[in-house]
């Protein structure tokens, strides 16, 4: 296995490569650009995040090669995006490459096909035991991030372009978000991709996020979700911005689990074994992902009752979202006592991190549709 | 102590500091709070009431179900998983921290053969040093130990110990985070109310005449309750809703409401609210400080954290035009009324209450539809409540709306929800006006139609016209001398025709289309009822077009054209008119004119336990990431002359454990081979 021959560890910052530092300039030109220009609008949380922003990133990027070239990427042609509108929001659907490329709407269809596109090659490869087949896969997810990002960010622009008082970061609705579930989940698959050398599961995670894709097309062209709504004055908060994201790394991760969990569960029967990751594998990544899900999961939480005790005037008001985000945590909670503690293993796990996905969405998906409460303003 | 009650203690201690008890507890607290958020919480009961009738409304209040978080048995539960954690920590804190400290330097030989990872190489030299540096480099910390006999050294190593504090910190969080929100919450004032000390207010009373039992001092612990300022009022109390009542919170200090602002996007939708308020000394009544509140930006002060929750409207003057129903005559008489106050009219030789409830400066509706029930619940006017996706084609403002109830000298009411405007429903214009029975009922929407000239008096005349029976007959004739013209046809047609039709607008008249179907019903054979029905009705709509000439006329109002708006328009009023029979009320109240008065809705809290809370969780994060992401693993290397035994251990079994042993195998073997 590779990582049982690493060479002998040099310091960390010797082993960057002049492309790594290059990045690192990079992050910091953008951000010296932003402020120079914005600095006026931004209070002292919108500077220090930005500052934040550039050393986690850098640090992501050193630990994580491809995010670099995906950054840039991001970077370089949302930029472009934005000076083809000439601020003039009608341009994105007249101008050759808002049109048909980067306006977020037409962005964001690229990266829905692109996702479906990489699902399929995953189970090509799963089903011929075709590598190159896997190969295009991780390359058409990596291609859909970088679409759903551009997509994002262009996004952004329009809010402001459509007035400057409806200007928002783009996580604010449920359409929204669930770009930003794409996204994060198949991040986090091909991080594991990358961690266990293995494209095998890719076949079993994509999905999820095409039944995501389903569901963005089906609100986007049965609801009309994708026109940009101004944010009511309970969601003009910073804790927004930093809520819902740690939600999604959470929501994500226990998707992914689940759907490895699956794999898991047709693997020890027999189905498919030979040409998933062996048991122990599936089982590890499991593991992984709800621990991951669970300690992000558990930051979301605070600081929704950190914006709550400011918003809502209580940190906890017992109201269907928060209650059922309580309910997923518990779920975990148990989940995480019962393979550590009790140091079960196996299709039971397996089982209950399938369970666990429902009761995800639930809390994800069902409150807004069944339940009414604080939170109605992702209603359908 | 006896022996069978230290033996009853001893399994209490480890039936609640065991896995299968926390698991358990875990999932019942699960489940338990599934119910509270299917079942609608804190509710009037009324709702409930309806909603479950009153067998199952009662069972369902006795287990505490309308407000599941507070009941005593989910507090129970939540007490439980403290008590349960805490002893959990006792027990396993102490062997905890000693394996923090330990590096288990007095392991045998015999026993690291035995670990399931472990590995023997054969050497020639010493590499002592080389293996000491090895580990240091490896983040290893290492404690030396010479072997009893003299041949050999142990080298016991560890890394990652903090991942025990992880667990130490984050069960204590547990702890800690629930007993900051027990601070925060109502138990205290339940035992007061369980010893009768304290008593919920359930009647509809000025707050000046709630009883002492009933209120609150302003120095209790902690609270949570809602005020509603008008603008150039104050306050020093707020309510806390609690079951069907609520009691009265005093405040140590007085808030007046100077002004509210609001601002709207160009949809309509509320952008920022904001008031301008002042704080009071309440002894003295001088002002101590000013402040505009913002949602998303509360004001502390002593203690109390303000927060800027909803608004409201806070006694908006209104100036309408009341429409009596039933008469013949068709002018309207002026009312005037003030929102949240009430006034008495005489209409059809009967007393009513009005009860103005609620004006609204701005509806954002999805025109070309009727409003939905449900959205009209939807109030963009609270913090908690709004919606940023909805519906989001044809969402516009149409306008001013006001609700009112009429209340009978029995003291039954309906409820009224109207349009100050016209709206555009399928092409046409229309008033529109909603009724309902029941609070929680659907409104149900009559359409008043509008003349050609965009107001409601052709269709309040064509209505004077058909309902007074006196002209019928006239009606009548006339209808019967334009239907069939021509000099030979025999008199009886016309005088039978005439007839028919006197008969059908008396029917109608007196009670609309429900009123001809039960005739047709009584008097007509079944075969035969289809075709009589649509003759009644087309004579009722033929007819009406001749009484909309003379209403017309008789006012002094220009004909109207014999065109196909006016056919709508007969149709559309001949709808109303069978609708009015159903209205409720024999009044129609059109908003003419407004001056707007706004409220400000405030939430005031005091809850010490919050800092506390805040702090536990700081600690839960610290803790559940070091026992994630911080693994604990120890090593050993027996060093001997020409012998190194390594053996691994981890209290997590993971990949990354097996291939971290894999990789110090192979590099511990490069190193001890030359
Ligand atoms: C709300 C209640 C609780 C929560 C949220 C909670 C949470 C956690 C979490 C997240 C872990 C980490 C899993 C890991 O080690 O990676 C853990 C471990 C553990 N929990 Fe709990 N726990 C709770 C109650 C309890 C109770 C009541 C007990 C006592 C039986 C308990 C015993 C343990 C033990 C023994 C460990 C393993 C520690 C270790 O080996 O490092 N927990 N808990």
């Known amino acids: 296995m590779e990582l049982t021959q690493t060479a002998p560890q040099e310091s960390f910052f010797k082993r960057l490569s002049w492309f790594d530092w290059l990045f690192a300039a990079f992050l910091i030109g953008g951000a010296g650009y932003a402020l120079s220009l914005y600095s006026s609008y931004m209070n002292v949380y919108d500077k220090s995040i930005l500052l934040a922003a550039v050393g986690v990133f850098s640090i992501l990027g050193w630990n994580w090669k491809p995010i670099r070239p995906l950054m840039i990427g991001v970077a370089v042609l949302s930029m472009f995006a934005i000076s083809n509108y000439h601020g003039d929001l009608a341009r994105g659907n007249q101008a050759f490459f808002l049109k048909y490329l980067f306006a977020s709407q037409s962005a964001i269809m690229w990266m829905s096909a692109l996702f479906i596109m990489a699902t399929l090659s995953y189970w090509l490869s799963l089903a011929t035991r075709s590598e190159f087949a896997a190969k295009v896969g991780s390359g058409l997810t990596w291609a859909a991030i970088l679409m759903g990002l551009i997509g994002l960010m262009v996004r952004w622009y329009e809010s402001y372009l459509i007035s400057p008082d409806v200007g928002h970061i783009p996580i604010s609705n449920l359409y929204e978000v669930f770009i930003l579930f794409s996204i994060i989940t198949s991040l986090l698959y091909l991080h594991y991709e990358r961690l266990y050398n293995n494209r095998q599961m890719g076949a079993f995670v994509l999905p999820v996020i095409s039944a995501a894709v389903g569901f963005l097309l089906w609100y986007a062209f049965d609801r009309q979700a994708q026109e940009i709504q101004p944010l009511v004055p309970a969601l003009q908060s910073y804790w927004m911005k930093i809520h819902v994201p740690a939600n999604f790394i959470g929501y994500g991760s226990f998707s992914l689990a689940a759907m490895v969990g699956i794999a898991y569960l047709l693997a020890s029967k027999g189905i498919l074994a030979s040409r998933l990751p062996k048991l122990e594998v599936l089982d590890d990544v499991m593991y992984k992902s709800i621990a991951v899900g669970f300690g992000f999961f558990t930051i979301a939480t605070i600081l929704g009752s950190l914006w709550a005790a400011e918003a809502w005037g209580g940190y906890w008001s017992w109201d269907p979202k928060e209650t059922w985000a309580l309910i997923v945590w518990l779920n975990y909670a148990a989940w995480l006592h019962i393979r550590l503690v009790k140091g079960l293993r196996g299709p039971m796990l397996a089982w209950w991190a399938v369970v666990g996905l429902f009761v995800t969405l639930f809390a994800f998906l069902g409150v807004n549709m069944f339940l009414s409460g604080l939170h109605s303003y992702g209603t359908l | ?674």
């Open chain 2, 1 to 674: 102590m006896s022996k069978s009650s230290a033996t009853f203690s001893k399994s209490v201690y480890e039936l609640m500091s065991s896995m299968r008890f926390a698991i358990s507890l875990l999932t019942v607290l699960a489940i338990a709070s599934i119910i509270g958020t299917v079942l609608k919480q804190n509710e009037p009961y009324l709702n409930y009431v309806l909603q479950f009738g009153q067998y199952w409304f009662t069972v369902f209040k006795w287990l505490g179900l309308y407000d599941v978080y507070r009941t005593t048995w989910f507090v129970t539960i939540l007490a439980f998983l403290v008590a349960s954690t805490s002893t959990c920590i006792y027990r396993n804190m102490p062997s905890m921290l000693r394996e923090m400290r330990s590096y288990r330097e007095l392991a045998s030989e015999n026993s690291l053969r035995h670990f399931q990872h472990h590995a023997e190489f054969t050497t020639h030299g010493t590499h002592l040093e080389a293996l000491i540096q090895y580990l240091t480099e490896q983040g290893y910390r290492y404690k030396q130990r010479a072997l009893d006999n003299g041949a050999g050294t142990l080298l016991a190593a560890k890394v990652g110990s903090v991942n025990r504090l992880g667990y130490i910190f984050t069960h204590s969080a547990i702890v800690i985070i629930c007993l900051g929100a027990l601070i925060d919450s109502n138990i205290p004032l339940k035992i007061e109310q369980t010893f009768g000390l304290k008593r919920i207010e359930t009647r509809d009373i000025p707050e000046s005449q709630v009883p002492a039992i009933s209120r609150l001092a302003p120095n209790s612990l902690s609270f949570r309750g809602n005020v509603t300022i008008p603008e150039g009022a104050s306050a020093d109390v707020v309510f806390l809703n609690i079951g069907d009542g609520y009691m009265v919170q005093d405040l140590p200090f007085t808030i007046a409401l100077k002004k509210f602002h609001i601002e709207h996007y160009s949809t309509g939708q509320p952008k920022m609210f904001a008031s301008d308020i002042a704080i009071l000394d309440n002894a003295t009544g001088k002002q101590i400080l000013e402040h505009t509140l913002t949602v998303n930006h509360p004001l502390i002060y002593d203690g109390v954290a303000i927060f800027q929750a909803s608004f409201g409207d806070g006694g908006t003057k209104l100036k309408m035009n009341g429409w009596n129903l039933f008469s013949a005559s068709s002018k309207p008489f002026d009312v005037n009324g003030v929102v949240n106050s009430k006034t008495k009219i005489t209409a059809d030789n009967q007393q009513y209450t009005l009860e103005f409830t609620d004006f609204r400066p701005f509806n954002i509706e999805n025109t070309g539809q009727l409003p939905s029930a449900e959205q009209r619940n939807k109030d963009a006017r609270s913090v908690m409540v709004g919606n940023a996706v909805g519906d989001k084609s044809n969402l516009h403002n149409v306008g001013p709306s006001f609700q009112y109830k009429v209340r009978d000298a029995q003291g039954q009411a309906h409820e009224y929800s109207n349009y100050m405007l016209p709206l555009l429903v399928d092409k046409r214009w229309y008033m529109l006006s909603g009724v309902r029975n029941n609070p929680g009922d659907p409104l149900h929407y009559i359409r008043f139609p509008l003349d050609q000239d965009r107001r409601l008096d052709g269709f309040m005349r064509l209505r004077g016209m058909l309902l007074d029976p006196s002209t019928h007959a006239e009606i009548a004739r006339r209808f019967a001398a334009s239907a069939i013209q021509g000099g030979n046809v025999p008199v009886d047609v016309r005088t039978k025709l005439a007839d028919s039709t006197t008969k059908v607008l008396d029917l109608f008249g007196k009670g609309g289309y429900q009123a001809l179907s039960d005739f047709i019903e009584k008097h007509i054979p079944a075969a035969e009822r289809d075709r009589a029905a649509q003759t009644y009705l087309k004579i009722l709509e033929l007819s009406s077009f001749e009484a909309y000439i003379m209403a017309e006329q008789k006012a002094g109002a220009p004909a109207p054209k014999a065109d196909e708006d006016t056919g709508w328009f007969i149709r559309d009023s001949l709808n109303s008119i069978s609708d009015i029979f159903f209205y409720g009320a024999p009044v129609y109240l059109q908003l003419a004119e407004y001056d707007q008065v706004n409220a400000s809705g405030l939430q005031l809290t005091r809850s010490p336990g919050e800092n506390i809370v805040f702090g536990g969780s700081g600690l839960l994060v610290l803790g559940i990431f070091a026992m994630f992401f911080i693994r604990e693993r120890r090593l050993w290397l027996l060093v001997k002359p020409g012998q190194v035994l390594f053996a691994m251990s981890s209290n997590r079994k993971t990949l990354d454990f097996e291939n971290e042993f894999e990789r110090h195998k192979q590099r511990i073997s490069a190193i001890v081979k030359d």
